[in-house]
């Protein structure tokens, strides 16, 4: 392997471990957010504690695991307005998420 395939290497693996980090905060932070920022009334703190993010390279995933009426909150039903949550976390913090993954990455490479 030559010096410069070396040095490629090791900035891969810098920019894997920095994005990594990246999306464990975003998730983090994403999971907050929702949490916080909803319209639906909490009375037992189910759905709350049922909101969780996936943040991959490709894709950010919002999901309701544990609440079987999270559907219906989200979706809205019947004479329920929908209350998407999870879509308004992402979507009003789109910025922040950049700056996010660009710090994590930044500070893995040593910019």
């Known amino acids: 392997m030559t010096d410069y395939e070396k040095i490629i290497n090791r900035d891969m693996k810098s920019f894997k471990r ?59 039903f019947k004479t329920w307005e929908a209350d998407n949550f999870i879509y308004d976390a992402v979507m009003n913090n789109l910025d922040k998420i950049d700056a996010m993954i660009e710090k994590e990455i930044n500070k893995e490479m040593e910019i």
């Not at 909803?38 to 037992?44: M, P, V």
């Not at 189910?46 to 609440?67: H, M, P, Q």
Request: net charge positive.
């Open 18 to 76: 920095g994005l990594n980090q990246a999306q464990t905060k975003v998730s983090k932070f994403l999971e907050q957010y929702a949490r916080t920022h909803h319209r639906y009334q909490n009375r037992t703190g189910n759905l709350k504690r049922s909101t969780y993010f996936d943040v991959a390279s490709e894709y950010i995933k919002g999901y309701v695991n544990g609440a079987s009426y999270g559907k219906f909150i989200i979706e809205g």
